[in-house]
Each structure stands twice: as structure tokens, then as C-alpha cells.
């Protein structure tokens, strides 16, 4: 699968809806021969559904989804039988030069680098199955039904609901995906550090966690998430004390020390390393 044909989901812009539909066809129906400018997702409930993105065929059959990409030559040749159901969204992405793939686990590194965050992307799954009775029907029910009961003031909140539904079929391909013994291992060692965010890194209680030589777990991990665990842990503390300045009066020697860092000197200096600008800065242009 070329990566060029998959979608972009991006941390830090929503999703701009222009169209969306649940259809049941009577008589049958084939994809139009056409080249949009947005983006499609197509997930059937009953049915099958037959559609060419260039030449590449793709047989959805009830419960799958597909994404097609937009500027990209769709058509179908096979109609679909009586009585398919299928629910589509239109909606375009603002595409980022500059922007950098997210591998699953780098969800705490997206402020890592300047300026205060680095704009940063997912990649949606081409195809996925999604069970009828999942979460993720609902919502694409759900947003039918706010789609068709919109008014002009609803934009904002459709966006956003479809970013959830987006970041939803990303985490459940994720999922999807063969879980090896190192990444259940991983994601062990991610919750332990998750719980310690407000404490020192501690290599030895990884060691005593995990029954294995810190040098070993730390090679396991930067091979599976392409960070080390000390990266990983600076990366969370940093979050945390984000959301402490951005949601409570806390002074900067507050939550340094909530954080058990050595200094506030030392908070300070780590924290503008990781976000691009100082706690207080960050706390003047963010302040809920």
C-alpha cells in the first residue's frame, strides 16, 4: 500500500466537512467515474460496495470502511446489490509540508522541538473492519444525525466530532495490528511510567518491574517507539506540568516541586527544551 494514498490526520488542525449521507440503494448502485477535491470515507453496514482509486480495486463488504483520497481518478465498474447501506463523510485536510509522521507511540513528543509544538500527523488505515455494534457506529450515526439537523453555527462541532470519530478508526487500526510480546512489554512499561509522572526517573523500579537489565528494556522500547525511556517519562512530566499551568494558579515553584524535579531552575530549563518556551510563557498564551 502506497503511504502517498492514505490519509493524514493531523494533531493540530480539524477536519473542514463538507458533505455527509447514509444511503440504502433499492435498485443497485456503481461508484461515479469522478475526481474529487475531499477526501471520502465510505464504511458499509449492509452490502458490498465495489470502487477503483486509480487502479486499485476495493471490495468493501458490510462492516468495513475505506478512506479514498482526494485528487485521486475513483470509479467503480460493478454495481453494489439491492439494499447495500452505506454511510459517507466528504471533508478535506489541510495538507502540511512541514508536518512530521507520528509513529503510534509518540503521542507525548508532538510538542517536543520549537516554538511551542511541531505541527505532526497520523496516517488513517486504508480499509478497516469496524463491528456494527462498536463505538464507532454509533458515532458515525450520531454524526448523520448532526449533519442533517445542523445549523449555520454547527460547523465547529462537526469538525470536531469527526476528528474524534478519525482519531478513533486510527487507534483501532492500531489495535488491529499484531500485538508482539516486546509491545505488550512496551505498553507495560508506559503505564508505570504514566503513574510515575510526578516522580524522578527510576531506572531501578523498571528493572523491578520488568525482571530484565535497564539496558535491555531501553533498547526494546527505542526500537519499538523510536524514543528511550528517560524521552518517554520527560515527555509526560512535561505534559502534566502543561496542564498544570494551563488549568490551576499553581506558582512555577509549585509545580516544579509537585513534580519533584530538583530545582525550579531545573523545571524551567527542562520544560523549555521540550515545549520551545518557558512555563511562564506557556502559561500566559494558554491559560484555560
Keep these: 500500500m502506497k503511504t502517498d494514498n492514505r490519509i493524514k490526520l493531523y494533531t493540530d488542525t480539524l477536519p473542514n466537512v463538507s458533505l455527509c449521507g447514509y444511503i440504502v440503494t433499492d435498485t443497485g448502485f456503481v461508484h461515479p467515474d469522478r475526481v474529487l477535491d475531499v477526501n471520502v470515507l465510505l464504511y458499509v453496514e449492509e452490502g458490498s460496495f465495489h ?4 487502479k486499485e480495486a476495493f ?10 483520497k ?19 463523510v466528504h471533508f478535506n485536510l489541510n495538507e502540511k509540508e512541514e508536518a512530521t509522521e507520528l509513529l503510534p507511540f509518540e503521542h507525548f513528543l508532538y510538542t517536543e522541538g520549537a516554538g511551542g509544538g511541531r505541527s505532526a500527523y497520523r496516517v488513517l488505515p ?6 456494527k455494534n462498536s463505538r464507532i457506529f454509533s458515532k458515525f450515526m450520531t454524526f448523520n444525525k448532526m449533519f442533517e439537523s445542523r ?6 462541532n462537526l469538525n470536531a466530532y469527526l476528528y474524534g470519530i478519525l482519531t478513533d478508526i486510527y487507534e483501532a487500526s492500531i489495535k488491529d495490528k499484531h500485538v508482539d510480546i516486546n509491545r505488550e512489554k512496551v505498553l ?4 508505570y511510567l504514566d503513574e510515575n509522572a510526578d516522580k524522578p526517573f527510576d531506572s531501578a523500579g523498571l528493572e523491578e518491574l520488568m525482571g530484565l537489565t535497564f539496558k535491555h528494556l531501553n533498547l526494546m522500547f527505542k526500537k519499538t517507539t523510536g524514543t528511550t525511556l528517560w524521552k518517554y517519562h520527560s515527555g509526560v512530566r512535561c505534559e502534566k506540568a502543561k496542564r498544570l ?17 530538583e530545582s525550579p531552575y531545573y523545571f524551567c530549563n527542562s520544560f523549555k527544551r521540550l515545549v520551545g518556551v518557558s512555563p511562564s510563557k506557556y502559561r500566559k498564551e494558554n491559560l484555560i
Excluded: R
Design 51 to 54: 470502487v477503483f482509486e486509480e
Design 59 to 68: 471490495t468493501v463488504e458490510a462492516g468495513e470502511l475505506v478512506f479514498l
Design 70 to 88: 482526494q485528487g485521486l481518478h475513483h470509479y467503480g465498474d460493478i454495481k453494489c446489490p439491492k439494499g447495500t447501506k452505506w454511510f459517507f
Design 126 to 131: 486504508k480499509t478497516l473492519h469496524i463491528d
Design 151 to 156: 445549523n449555520y453555527n454547527d460547523n465547529l
Design 188 to 191: 507495560k512499561m508506559m503505564a
Design 245 to 261: 499551568l494551563a488549568s490551576t494558579s499553581m506558582s512555577i515553584g509549585e509545580i516544579s516541586e509537585s513534580l519533584s524535579f
